[in-house]
């Protein structure tokens, strides 16, 4: 754990927000139309980027285990779900409005002070629920009413006896989910750190009620771990246990997982100890029992569910935060994104020297050659210096350079984007060399 005060540095967050948008990460939504508020669209680059963060975690998560499964569930889900979860209740954000410019405001941000006029002159808090209502089919009566779900999570309780019955595992298992959710939050802000529309990585993993406290640590553990392994530095990241007057309706213990971001320390990932409560709760108002036999003891009960709760998208900002450097080279400056290569999103760049059709033509083999094992780019434009340094903005670790030589040698230059540093490699040993590089 570390201790480093937050010191705010908005400058990163302007250049990488900036990086962004101009290297085609991350365009503001419906911008033609003058933009949709804080809504984003995911470009070439960008969901290469989120596309990894999220393969990195079910690898992870999922691939490396034999005790977690996947899920895709809907998105659209009937009240009852909510009703059961408790969302429909008190899954709200406390709104007051500034009675000076009418600004909407989330109460236990802001302190008693308005931050857009600087007024005290606020109405008292109602509580605002955040899930996105709509209706199923062509009749918006109260028989059609839907929700656009605000986690991923009550799909995996939802579904627990069709995949323990189909999987025949036995806890302590997981189920885990990537995708969509949304929440209609009242002050979203700081680019993709808070949106409306967003994506989660979550794992809800069933365990005898006696050990949750163990699967606990344990899942804390592995999730700060999983992080730093893909390159956030110790310094930044940070594990805060919360106070029992801050924990959810269905938690007994709550630990986040924190980045240091531009603006101070903010929520990575949850991890909760959701207990029983929603299987029970789904138990008790569908008829249906969620429960296990675990037939060795010859015992019934219902599994406690240990929750690591990520946001995808979010992460993707951390990343790319993380990742932002300047530095010098060859007496420039030089933007590099330290990527780790699991991240990247473009691993490798394929360079011809020059457009003269014979380069071309071994450079298109040596494409065809690695794109069979990695996302690779191909740039014929511009000086070779400057097309190093657009791959080096965008984090591409090694790039591949074909000069004349190679039409001889059979060789090329690969370049290393931490180091700069060039070494020649025959064409016959390139992908072995990458792949060796990257373990
Ligand atoms: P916060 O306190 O930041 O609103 P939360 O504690 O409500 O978040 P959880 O319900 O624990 O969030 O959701 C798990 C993860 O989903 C969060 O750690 C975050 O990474 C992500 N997440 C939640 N809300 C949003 C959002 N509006 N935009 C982007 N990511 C989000």
Known sequence: MSDVEATPNPELLDKVINLAKRRGFVFPSAEIYGGFRSTYDYGPLGVLLLRNVKNAWWRSMVQL??????????ILSPPAVWAASGHLATFTDPLVDCKQ????LREDQIDGICPKCGSRDLTPARAFNLMFKTHAGPIEDDGAVAYLRPETAQGMFTNFL????TTRKK???????????????ITPQNFVFRT??????????????????????YWIDERYNWYQALGIDKSKIRIRHHDPDELSHYSTG???????????????????NRTDFDLKAHSAASGTKLEYFDQASNERYTPHVIEPAAGATRAMMAFLLSAYEEDEVGGEVRTVLRLHWRLAPYQVAVLPLS???????????????????????????????????????????????????????????LRDRDTTEQVRV???????????RMN
């Open 65 to 74: 285990r034999d005790d977690v499964v996947g899920l895709d569930a809907a």
């Open 101 to 104: 410019c009418n600004e909407r």
């Open 162 to 165: 069709n995949v323990q019955v």
């Open 171 to 185: 806890p302590p298992f997981g189920i885990a989910q990537v995708g969509k959710s949304f929440r209609n939050e």
């Open 196 to 217: 409306r529309e967003f994506e989660q990585m979550e794992m809800e993993y069933f365990v005898p009620p006696a050990e949750s406290p163990k699967w606990f640590d």
């Open 254 to 272: 709550t630990a986040d997982i924190e980045f240091l971001f531009p603006w101070g320390w903010g929520e990575l990932e949850g991890v909760a």
């Open 355 to 413: 457009k003269k059709p014979e380069l071309e033509a071994v450079s298109r083999e040596v494409l065809t050659m690695l794109q069979n094992h990695f996302m690779v780019d191909y740039d014929v434009t511009q000086s070779i210096g400057k097309r190093y340094r657009r791959q080096d903005e965008v984090g591409t670790p090694f790039c591949v350079t074909i000069d004349f030589d190679s039409l001889e040698d059979n060789a090329v230059t």
């Open 426 to 436: 025959p064409i016959a040993e390139l992908l072995g060399v990458i792949t060796n």
